[in-house]
C-alpha cells in the first residue's frame, strides 16, 4: 500500500517535472520515444504522402496503397485489387459527420465507405483531371486539388464545378493542396500562391508574393513568403493559415503575415512539403526533418534522425536564437518529411521511408488531456 | 381473367357518361371544350388508394397502412378490421415507420421529399421534415430520436434529428435505396437498394445491402450480394435463430440471350440470407450471403418483395407481387436445406422452393407488403392494386379475410392495365412481369441480351417508361411505331413466350403505361431559373446543335433514329432510336448496351468521331456545363 502511495507520488512528480518546463513557457513538450513503421514491418512502400487519423484509428496514403494501422501495426493494406483507383495515395481526408474517407490519388478521386472503395474519374465524371494531389470535406462539398484546377463535387447534387485560370485567378491551374476555414477555402496553387474561396460569397482571392522574387525576399512579412506553394493548413484556433511553400514558410490571420526562414528562425529547411497546425502549434514537414514552432513562444525544435549515430536528434532553439541538442534512442524514419497528423498528444508523420508515430511520454496519464485536444 | 371482363363492364358503364360529355360540348360549343374534357376525365378516372406498405402500432391494436394514390395514410383497428381513421400527407408516399413509444407516424412522401410527422392518436399531421430526393423507407433509432430515411433519386439516405427536425448528414448509399430496417439490438441499420453497382455491361450485378451503425450514424458496411437486382423489403430473424437477414431480389440472367425464356431460369426470385459481421467496423466486417431461390421448377414466383417473420422465428413469409401469392417459408426447412447444399450451388438451384416453402397462399393483385402481428396471432398483406389488405391465419396459414380499404369498386381501363403490368402470369411459367424490369415504371440498370438468340448481340439497356407517352416509335432500333406493337405480338413472341396479352387488355395496358407520369425534376429550381453552369450548358447545347436530334418540343428526341457511332461490334445496325431526355439524371448507364455509365461517358469515351455531336473540342468545364443543363430537362 505504502508502495503503491510512493510510486503515485513519484508519477506525480514526474509529470510536474515534465510539464514543468512548458509552463515556463520555454520549451516545449519533446517527442522523445518513436515507432516507425516502415517496409520493415508491413507498409507496402517506404515513400508516406499523407496520414489521417480517426479516433484510434491511422489511415496512410503511399506510393503503394492506403494503408490502415490499428493498434499500433499495420492491419489492412488496400491496393487496386480491392478496388482503389490507383497505386498512389497523395491524401486522405475523414468525413467526421459520415465516417467516409476521401482519397486524393494519382487515379483520380476515391470515397473509402464502409469498406468499399467509389472512385470518380475524369472520364466518368466531371473531375477536372484524374493526378490529384489534396482533398478536403466542407459539409457536403468535397474540395479536390488536380493538376488540372480546383474541383468541387456537391455530393448532394453530384455537380461538379471547375475552378482553373479560365475562371479563378490562378496563374497556374495546378492545385497541390486544400484546407478548409470557418468561413472559406483555401487552396494551395503551384506557382500561384495561395488561393481563397469565400463559401457565401462564392469568389476568389489570391494571394501571392508582393515582390515578385523568386528567390528573394525584400521585405520580411511583407506578404506570402513564395508562390510555389506545396501545401496548406488551417487553423481552426486562431484563424491563421499557413502555406508551405519550396522557400520558406507563411502564416496569414487576415491582416498580418508571419513569414519564417531557415536563416531567420529554427525552421530546419526552407524546402517544406506541408504544414499542420493547431492552438500555438505550427508544424512544417520539410526535407530535412520535422519543425515545430510555437507561435506563442517563437520556440522551435526540429526532430530529425542522426544518419552517423542512427539515433535520434533534436534541436531547440529558442526564441533569443540559443539553441540547445537532445539525442534521443529512436527518431523519425527519415528526414524527408512529406505531412503529418495529431492523435490527442501523439503525432503521425508521414516520411520518405515510413510512417513514424510520435509518442507523447504521458500518453497514459493525460487521457482527459488526450480526448480534449482529440475533439478539435 | 377475371380482371379483363371487370374492365370491359366498366367501360360499359362509363360510355353514358362520355356519350353525356359528347353531347354537353356540342351545345356549349368549343369554348367549353376544355374545362368539359377535364371534368369528364375527373369524373371518369375512380380514386384509387394503392395501399404499398404497412406497419403494427407496437401494442398490435392498430395497423398503419400507407396509400399511394390517395396521399394518406390510414389507421385499421385490428379488431373490428375497418379503417377508423385517414390522414392526408405529401405526395407519392411510400412507407412509414412508427416511433418507439408508439405516439408519432412518420410517413415518406416520394414526391415531396418530405416525411409526415403524424400525431398517432388524433392522427393530425404535425409538420413535413425536409429529406433528400424521394424519400422511402424510413426507420427511427431505438430510442426514437433519429430518424433514417432512404432518398430513392438522391441515392443517398437522410439522418434526421428528431429533436429539431434537422437534418444531420447524408450518407452515400448506391441506387434507388429502398428499405430501411433497424437491427432488433438498435445497433445497425439496414438499407436496400433497388438497383445494382453501375458495373461493366458484360458483368452480372451485383447488389448492395449498406449497413449503419446506429451509433455513430456512419457507414459501417456494404455488403455486396452478387447476381441480383432489387433488393426489397428486409426482416431479421429472431435472435436465438441468428438473428440473420432475409432480402428478397430478383436474379436476371441478363447476359443470356433472353429468347432462352422457355427454356426456363432467366429470371428467377427469391431471397438472400445475410449473417452480418458481428463485429461493427470498416474494415473487420465480413458479413456472408447465401442466395436461395423460391421458385419451382416448372412455375415461378416473381416480384419477391415483402417480408416477415412470426415473432418465434418458425417461419417467414414473403410477397410475390407479380405473382399474387405469398410463399411461407419453414425456418428449419431452410437450415436444413443451407446445411445440405454448398452455398455456391444454391443460387442456382431450383429444387430449394419445395424443400423450404410450405405454403403458398394466393393474394389479391400486387402484394408488396406482409407484416405479423406482434402476438403472432395473424399476418396482413397489403395488396397494393387492390385497394385491400389480406389476413392470413397464422400459424394455420390460410387466407382468413379480405379487408376492404375502401377503395372504389370499378376497375377503369387504367387500372386493368396497372394490374397487367404487374402481372407475370402472361410470361411463360410465370418467369417475370413488364414491372419485373421495370420496377417503380422505371428501369432495371442493366443491359440484357434481348431478342436475338446469339449470345452477347445487339445487347440493350433497359429503358424506363417514366414520361414516354409521346415518344414513338419505340425499341432501340425504332422498329415499333406504337406501343400496342411494341407491347403486344413482340413482347409474347420474343420475352413472355406465351399468347400474350389479348386486344382489350393490351388496350389497357398501353393507356397505364402512356399514363405513367415523369418524376418532379430535383436538379431544376421551383422557379425554373437555371443557375450559371446550367445556363452556360444550354449554350453549348444549341451550339453543338444538339437539338437537332434531341429538339425540345418533342421530349428532346427527334423521334426518328440516327448512326452516332455508338453501335458495339456485334450490334446488327448502327441506327438507333433517339432517346428522349427527360429526367436523364435517374436513368444510368446510357447508350443502347448501356456501356455509359455516367453521361459524361457519352462524350469522353464513346464520341471518338464526333459522329454524336461535335464534342472533342470541348474543354473539361463545358462539358460539366452541359451535363448540368441536361439534368434540368
Redesign the interface.
Known sequence: MRSAQQARWLLSMVGFLWFLPVACAQTPALYTKWENFTTANGMPDAKVFSVAVDGA?VWAGTENGLV?IENSKV??VYTTADGLPNRVVTGVAIDK????LWLSTFGGLS??????F?NYD?????L??NIVYGVAIQD?FVWVATT?GINRLN????????F?E??APMHEPWAYGIAVGDKKVYVAVWGGGVLEYDIAEGYWKPYTDPDGEMEIVLFKNQGLIHVIVSNISYNHDTKMFWASTYFGMSGYDGHNWYNYLSTDSGLASDFINATQTRGDDVWACTDKGLSYLNFKTNTWVTYRPNKDTGKGEIVITAADKKVTKVETATSLAHNYVLNMAFQGEDIWVATAAGLSHGIHESHKEGKSNEQARSSR | MNGASTAHTARGTLFPSALAVFLLVIVLGPAWTGDAQAASSASLTPHYLTPIAAKFSPDGARLYVVCEDDDSVLAVDVRTQKVEKRAKVGHKPKDLAVSPDGRTLYVSNEWSDTVSVIDAATFEVRKALAT?WGPRGLTTDRLGKILYVANSI?N?VSVLDLATGQE?????ALRSPHYVQLSRDGRRVYVSNILAHLESADESPVS?L??I?AQ?Q?????I?IPGVLELRHIAEAPGPLGGYLLVPFMRPKNLNPLIQVDNGWILTHGVAIVHPARASG??S?HSEVTEVLLDDIDRYYAGADGVAFTPDGRYALITHAEAATVSVIDTKLLAQRLRSVPAADLPNRLDTGRQIVVHRLPTQSNPTDVVVAPDGRGAYVVNRLDDSLSVIEVPGFHIRARIDLGGPKEISALRQGERLFHDAKFCFQGQFACVTCHPDNHIDGVAWNLETPQLGRDRVANRTLRGIADTAPFKWNGHNPDLETQCGPRIAKFLFHSEGFNAAQLADLVAFIKSIPLSPN??LAADGQLTA?QERGRDIFYQKACDTCHPAATHYTAKTSFDVGTAAKYDTSGMLDVPQLDRI?EKPPYLHNGEA??L??IW??YNPTDKHGVTSDM???Q??DL??FLKTL
Open positions: 484509428r490502415l492491419s489492412k459527420k459520415t465516417g467516409d470515397q473509402f465507405s464502409g469498406g468499399e467509389h475524369s472520364l466518368t465524371t466531371g477536372a483531371n457536403e488540372a455530393t448532394r447534387t453530384g455537380e461538379w464545378a471547375i482553373s479560365k475562371n | 433528400g438522391g443517398d444531420l448528414k447524408r450518407l452515400t448492395e449498406m449497413v451503425d455513430k456512419t457507414v459501417a458496411e456494404r455486396l470498416v474494415v466486417s430535383r436538379h453552369a439524371y455509365r455516367s459524361e461517358e469522353t469515351i474543354s473539361k468545364e462539358l460539366n451535363v448540368e
